[in-house]
């Protein structure tokens, strides 16, 4: 199966020739299945926004390639770049500051209706996609500035989905927000990603959330791809990962300090039924008692 995404070292170097001269990304090869829902991490200034804004064509590499769906977007001859942004849509952090229509609908409305769609699909894509995101009928109808931040969030969030992109790339999309506001954004994500099979980019800075709900996971470091491997994997370089100043989340941090005491416990552990399992099959190993709930 061909990739959906694909770079050939994908190089990014901002004010060539100035003495700001920077290169925000370096020689990134990857390759993306069509259906994932990845995860990329890295420190501030690590790259990942860099990159991914290549994906839709918003920058164009210094050097190297990108194909998505086997076309290399920036051939002139064979590729259109306004079809590769309808093909991969971009919500950029804090999107709820580029709502600027008078209602919900018409904010969600506004890239099918730019696509040349027809009032009806228009209207399906609105509505099926406010279900998704969780905006009820009346709130259509309401003006986008009467809502609470993580309302919208979720109608910015929901005019990029309602493109039906075949990738979906979201940068930070929990920024901000409570902890109640994080867990609702992601689990509507990822209910955007169970119903349409699309590819979903999810570009955060908190392992936590993508620890959670990615398959797969991206890691930069300085301008480089450090690694992208099944979230199982890049757990077992928890420490290189620490090293590099991201935060692991709490409960892989909890068993590295446990081996770190002494136990020769996993430290490759990053959601709690994960730990639990764990616990049991350490105690179980070593002739221990396993506690039961009443």
């Known amino acids: 199966m061909e990739p959906i995404i694909r770079t050939e070292k994908l190089t990014y170097t901002y004010s060539v020739g100035t003495p700001f001269e920077k290169t925000a990304v370096k020689d990134v090869d990857l390759e993306i299945e069509p259906g994932e829902l990845i995860g990329i991490i890295g420190h501030t200034g690590s790259g990942k926004s860099t990159l991914i804004q290549h994906f839709n064509g918003l920058i164009k590499p210094t050097s190297g390639k990108i194909y998505i769906d086997g076309q290399d977007i920036w051939d ?127 570009v955060s800075h908190s392992m936590e959330d993508v620890a959670k709900f990615a398959s797969r996971i991206i890691v930069m470091n300085k301008s480089e791809l450090f690694c992208c491997d099944e979230t199982p994997e890049i757990f077992k370089k928890a420490d290189e990962i620490s090293a590099m100043g991201l935060a692991v989340p709490q409960i892989t941090r909890v068993f590295m300090k446990l081996r770190q005491s002494g136990l020769d416990i996993r430290t490759d552990v990053y959601t709690l039924d994960f730990a639990i399992k764990t616990l049991r099959e350490y105690m179980l190993a070593h002739g221990k008692e396993i506690p039961h709930a009443e």
Do not use: W
């Not at 309808?86 to 919900?104: A, H, N, S």
């Not at 979720?154 to 039906?164: D, F, L, N």
């Open 76 to 202: 002139k001859n064979s590729c259109n770049i306004r079809d590769i942004r309808f093909k991969v849509g971009l919500v950029f952090q804090y999107p709820e500051y580029q709502i600027f229509e008078e209602t919900v609908y018409k904010d969600i409305a506004f890239g099918p209706k730019n696509m040349g769609l027809d009032e009806k699909e228009i209207d399906r894509r609105v509505r099926e996609t406010a279900e998704i995101v969780g905006l009820s009928e009346e709130t259509l109808g309401k003006s986008p500035f009467e809502l609470s931040g993580g309302q919208k969030r979720r109608v910015a969030i929901a005019g990029v989905m309602a493109m039906e992109p075949k990738v979906l790339i979201l940068d930070e999309p929990t920024a901000g927000l409570d902890p109640k506001g994080r867990d609702l954004i992601m689990s509507r994500i990822k209910e955007f990603h169970r119903r349409t099979g699309a590819t979903v980019l999810l």
